[in-house]
């Protein structure tokens, strides 16, 4: 045990020793704070602790809206575009290092030389590298709880569910990076082969996502599409879906399968954080949008579409894949000498 | 001799199956002294040390160290180690690579403060411990490193060249420090390049040439064949007593008389022998031959002796007790490194 925690305050220390921790931490910091200029009047919402005031008749400090909002905000631009993908790429940069500096001959022999098991410290090794990503979304999530908390005087505890989710994703990625590390023992050849793996999944489930709103989601709501014409026709109630379609979604499924569901598991966030018992993608949070009986359809659609995986599959298999990757990181660890 | 700490037999490596690093290496290790392992590059010294510390894996070692057998990983806790090029994160400050290794380790960390402060002061770095590693000279670190290698009060130390980078000051004072290890009951296991350094502080060594132990023993004992007297003398050596040192075995070059003996009883009727014939004697020394002298013949002997024949690549089984330091052995016992 006091050598794990050795390793544990090595790695802290390590990590306040990278500027782009403190790089990155800074811009978390900044979005927290700008997320938490925002706040609500009878009037609508202001920007920047009340420097800019904005007119709304929707989200007013009286529409349950308000908070929709300003967690749909969190869910689908701060989670996917800092945390899920700039803030990642940062934390990959930063941590790719760790297991080819520390595998360097004269830097691994005295840990070795311990008594400490080999499997002990790898996976320690590998879950300090996630600390770098666990303590900035930890950060955040606890400005924006209390932002939130204090502003609309709703203790919303579900906001936290980020920070596993987050981490989960970066572990994912992380793996490819380190099983590349402790292989080629090449920081540069970790950091490019996780982000092109990360970039390939990433790719398949987009087209996964795209393939089933054209062999699902469009038909059901009644726009079908000539492939060979190319014409759109919107008619009025559901339409049959398109054979090729399906068979193309189909096929685009089962080659994600054994991936990492990084995508996926980032948006898994929407399911997660709660608002009055609804989560962020149901269409009964959404429907308060809705002015007509098409946007009620379009809503329902777009609920089915984003709930078209269950938590179990997503979370399962990439666990699965990170399981994988892991045990053969760390057997290729274990078994080297060095 | 009491029981020697480390006892080994068998030891077999080979690097992805081409380079035959060691080859049915023995090696015992005496307690309480410093021992020298000496060699050329790619001998297999720090393979040799790497295997004792189950930082490389071989197949079919047979025996033990402090009375486990290799690879027993709570003998490692008894065990300390400073390798050759020894890094640490640039991060750390000197105080904090000590608390880091004693962590490793396992010392309480009451006991790792009171110990890292006594070890500072030792290796003469107390006043820099709180100043970050990339601040320091080579030499610092490497003192740094041998205080890391103590934190754990170890039986045995293992250094591979603990001198590099060291300059000639701080060489005498890493001297000093290994045999005041030695004084306190402590094995010192040295590899180096530098034989005067060794030369100076081994009681005993082992010359290891293309895996194999070529030469070993007490340093003493070892150089003791090639004791001599010599005697350097001004004037003309008479022809008759040229021919009787020659009968005797002596060796005459440029006004020196050279005597393999152990006793200086047998040079005075040499002595005698020239200051009758009125030769001034200039000089009386005993000599002896250096590590290095030993050193370049054992390993001249052993490339005329040929290369050593191969190891067929499955090793013998081990003796019962001593399990083999692989792999497969240590899945098995679950207390192995």
């Not at chain 1, 380190?178 to 996780?194: D, E, H, K, Q, Y």
């Not at chain 1, 559901?238 to 399968?257: C, D, G, Q, R, Y």
């Not at chain 2, 020394?285 to 067929?312: C, H, M, Y």
Request: glycine share 6%.
């Amino acid at each position: 045990m006091r050598a794990i925690c050795t390793l544990i305050w090595d790695s802290f220390r390590m990590l306040s020793a990278r500027k782009l921790f403190w790089f990155a931490m800074a811009i978390t910091l900044l979005i927290s704070v700008g997320f938490a200029s925002v706040g609500f009047n009878d009037s609508g919402y202001s920007l920047g602790f009340g420097l800019y005031q904005v007119d709304d008749q929707l989200i007013n400090s009286g529409s349950p809206l308000a908070e929709v909002m300003l967690l749909k905000l969190l869910t689908d631009v701060v989670v996917p575009w800092w945390f899920g993908l700039a803030a990642l790429v940062l934390a990959l940069i930063s941590t790719c290092s760790i297991f080819p500096e520390f595998m360097t001959s004269g830097s691994i022999d005295i840990a070795l030389s311990k008594p400490v098991r080999r499997t002990t410290i790898f996976f320690t090794k590998y879950l300090c590298g996630l600390l770098f990503v666990a303590v900035q979304v930890a950060c955040f999530c606890l400005v924006i709880f209390l932002a939130l908390g204090l502003r609309l005087e709703n203790w919303n505890y579900t906001i936290f569910w980020a920070v596993p989710l987050i981490v989960f994703v970066y572990s994912l990625i992380y793996s490819v990076a380190v099983l590349v590390g402790v292989w080629s023992r090449s920081t540069i050849f970790a950091l490019l082969m996780a982000i092109g793996f990360w970039g390939f999944s990433w790719l398949i489930q987009v087209s996964e996502g795209m393939s089933y709103k054209f062999a699902y989601t469009m038909p059901e709501q009644g726009i079908s599409i000539n492939y060979q014409s190319g014409e759109t026709v919107i008619n009025e109630g559901a339409t049959e879906p398109n054979k090729t379609a399906v068979n193309i979604h189909s096929a685009i499924e089962k080659i994600a399968l054994p991936l990492p569901k990084t995508r996926d598991a980032t948006y898994l966030i929407r399911r997660k954080i709660t608002v009055d018992s609804n989560n962020l993608t149901s269409a009964a949070i959404l429907g308060q949008l809705a002015n007509t009986a098409e946007d009620d359809k379009m809503f329902k659609s777009e609920e089915k579409y984003q709930n078209r995986h269950s938590e179990r599959y997503i979370i399962l298999s990439s666990l699965a894949f990170e399981a994988l990757v892991l045990l053969l990181a760390s057997w290729l660890f274990c078994r080297r000498d060095y | 001799m009491s029981n020697p700490v480390i006892d080994v037999s068998c030891v077999n490596k080979r690097y992805r199956g081409k380079i035959h690093a060691l080859r049915d290496l023995s090696l015992t290790v005496p307690s309480g002294r410093i021992f020298g392992l000496l060699g050329p590059n790619g001998a297999g010294k720090s393979t040799l040390v790497k295997i004792l510390l189950s930082i490389v894996k071989a197949r079919g070692v047979r025996g033990v160290m402090l009375g486990h057998p290799i690879g027993h990983r709570a003998t490692l806790g008894k065990v300390g180690y400073l390798p050759e090029h020894a890094r640490f994160p640039s991060y750390l400050s000197g105080r904090d690579v000590l608390r880091y290794t004693a962590g490793l380790a396992n010392v309480p960390s009451k006991h790792a403060k009171q110990r890292s402060d006594e070890l500072l002061e030792l290796v003469g770095m107390s006043e820099r411990a709180n100043t970050k590693l990339r601040t320091y000279s080579k030499g610092m670190k490497q003192r740094i490193g041998i205080a890391q290698a103590l934190i754990n009060n170890p039986e045995v130390v293992f250094l591979d060249e603990p001198t590099d980078g060291v300059d000639p000051q701080g060489r005498r004072e890493m001297r000093d420090i290994m045999i005041k290890m030695r004084d306190q009951g402590r094995t010192v296991f040295i590899n180096s390049h530098l034989l005067g350094e060794l030369e100076m502080v081994c009681d005993n060594v082992a010359i290891l040439n293309q895996g194999q132990v070529v030469k070993h023993g007490e340093l003493a004992e070892l150089t003791a064949a090639s004791r001599r007297f010599e005697i350097h003398y001004q004037g003309d050596l008479p022809a008759e007593l040229q021919q009787q040192f020659t009968a005797d075995g002596f060796e005459l070059t440029n006004q020196l008389i050279s005597m393999p003996m152990t006793d200086a009883l047998g040079a005075q009727p040499v002595i005698d022998a020239l200051r009758a014939k009125q030769l001034v004697i200039s000089e009386l020394k005993q000599s002896r031959q250096s590590l290095e002298d030993l050193f370049i013949e054992s390993i001249e002997t052993a490339k005329q002796n040929g290369p050593p024949p191969e190891v067929p690549k499955k090793s013998p089984p081990p003796l019962a007790g001593f399990a083999p330091a692989d792999e497969s052995n240590e899945d098995k016992k679950g207390d192995r490194a």
